[in-house]
């Protein structure tokens, strides 16, 4: 059986951390971290504020 999983943050970089425990999570599940690959993330722009009325 396929098992898949995307790590999803609100920091481009995020903590490290925040990342051991999605690791963890991962970890616990049985999902191998063999085939992850980051996400250059340097060059996109960032979501503006939404203005409140």
């Keep these: 059986s ?3 999983a995307w790590i999803l943050t ?3 970089q995020p903590p490290v951390p925040v990342l ?3 690791y963890q999570i991962l970890d616990k599940n049985g999902i191998s971290r063999a ?12 979501a503006k504020k939404l203005k409140r009325n």
């Design 20 to 22: 051991e425990k999605a």
């Design 2 to 4: 396929m098992k898949s």
């Design 35 to 46: 085939f992850f690959s980051r996400t250059d993330q340097k060059n996109c722009q960032t």
């Design 10 to 12: 609100r920091d481009r």
